[in-house]
């Protein structure tokens, strides 16, 4: 076994033999964060970036997100690459509302966060005008790297992620926010 990992014992109390004491919500919060299901909805240049990163020098599957999803019905997490228009909005926000709850999304690269350098017009200045996101990736475009970077960062959000978030008045107040029907 390498020096770098060190083994912990757990506080006393929790484990003996034959049994292991944990709580539901860290245990469900590690299963979702390692089998998060992406769906790339990808519009320009930052896509590439993303075949890269899941290509094989980078393999984005390493992180349980290997099973790409073109259905929103059956992804949980949506990865926004590339320019959005004021016209393909209402669209992106159909395809979040399609997706079950939990649901995650992570705007990647600067068009996507911010609208970059296209202060045009007809340039959604962010996708969270329309969706709310949990992660942004700067870059234009952002590197693998940083891409990895971005759902390492959600992975730690999705483990720590209280069950009863998404029932929360909170939580449904930030969607009414955004006009996203809440049942
Ligand atoms: S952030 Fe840059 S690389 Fe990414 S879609 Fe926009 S212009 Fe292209």
Do not use: H
Not at 16 to 23: D, K, M, S
Not at 149 to 173: F, T
Request: charged share 20%; net charge neutral.
């Amino acid at each position: 076994m390498s020096d770098k990992i060190k083994m912990v014992q757990p506080p006393p109390g929790l484990a003996g033999e034959g049994f292991y004491l944990t709580n539901v919500d860290k245990v469900i919060g590690l299963g979702r964060a390692n089998s998060l299901w992406p769906l790339p909805f990808a519009t320009s240049c930052c896509g590439i970036e993303y075949m890269a990163t899941m290509a094989s020098t980078y393999d984005f599957g390493r992180f349980g997100t290997e099973r790409l999803s073109f259905s929103p019905r059956q992804a949980d997490m949506l990865l926004v690459m590339g320019t959005i228009s004021k016209k393909m909005g209402p669209i992106l926000r159909q395809v979040y509302e399609q997706m079950a709850e939990p649901r995650w999304v992570v705007a990647v690269g600067a068009c996507a966060s911010s609208g970059g350098v296209f202060d045009t017009y007809s340039v959604l200045q962010g996708i969270d005008k329309v969706i709310p996101v949990d992660v942004y990736v700067p870059g234009c475009p952002p590197r693998p790297e940083q891409i990895l970077d971005g759902i390492m960062k959600l992975q730690e959000i999705v483990k720590n992620e209280p069950l009863n978030r998404r029932n929360s008045p909170e939580y449904k107040a930030m969607l009414a926010s955004y006009g996203i029907n809440v049942n």
